[in-house]
């Protein structure tokens, strides 16, 4: 099996290894997430209404508010794992106490495609993927 490494910045620690479910849009809380069934409700994003409990949540960055805090209560996800850095995704990460991390070495969004399998080791600042067959 094809594994990639890339190099990142941790934003919050910890290990985790599971599927990855990729975003190309920014991602909203606030009135945007159904916490209790695990998903987004913007009608227009990608994500809409597919659940992202246990997976390794990809994209790009997190817009609007702190309502973002909300993908950490009730279902969450594994991880996160997105491009551009802001003090609200590491906010979301301590308060769902998931590893969380930014700042790649490069662009971990050319690489991660839903259903690929994602090793998120935040301890040692780096993340491996293991591409879907």
Same mark, same amino acid.
């Given at each position: @099996?094809?594994?990639?490494r890339?190099k990142?910045? !941790? +934003?919050?620690p910890?290990?985790?290894e599971a +599927?990855?479910?990729?975003?190309? @849009?920014p991602l909203?809380g606030f009135t945007?997430v159904?916490?209790?069934? &695990?998903y !987004?409700?913007e ?7 597919? =659940?992202y409990e &246990?997976?390794v949540?990809?994209f790009?960055s *997190?817009? &609007?508010?702190?309502g973002?805090l909300? $993908?950490g *209560? &009730?279902k969450?996800?594994a %991880?996160f794992?997105? !491009?551009? %850095?802001?003090?609200l995704?590491v906010? =979301?990460a301590? *308060? %769902?106490?998931v590893? %969380?991390m930014t700042?790649?070495e490069?662009?971990?969004?050319? $690489?991660? +495609? !839903?259903g690929d399998?994602v090793?998120?080791?935040a301890?040692q600042g $780096?993340? +491996?993927?293991?591409?879907k067959d």
């Amino acid at each position: @099996m094809k594994k990639i490494r890339l190099k990142g910045r !941790t +934003e919050f620690p910890g290990i985790i290894e599971a +599927e990855a479910l990729v975003s190309s @849009m920014p991602l909203q809380g606030f009135t945007n997430v159904n916490r209790d069934k &695990g998903y !987004t409700t913007e009608r227009n994003h990608p994500l809409f209404k597919i =659940c992202y409990e &246990g997976k390794v949540l990809v994209f790009p960055s *997190q817009r &609007g508010s702190g309502g973002f805090l909300r $993908y950490g *209560q &009730g279902k969450k996800p594994a %991880a996160f794992i997105h !491009t551009v %850095a802001s003090p609200l995704n590491v906010l =979301c990460a301590l *308060q %769902a106490h998931v590893p %969380a991390m930014t700042d790649f070495e490069d662009d971990p969004m050319k $690489y991660i +495609e !839903t259903g690929d399998i994602v090793l998120v080791n935040a301890d040692q600042g $780096y993340i +491996e993927i293991t591409k879907k067959d």
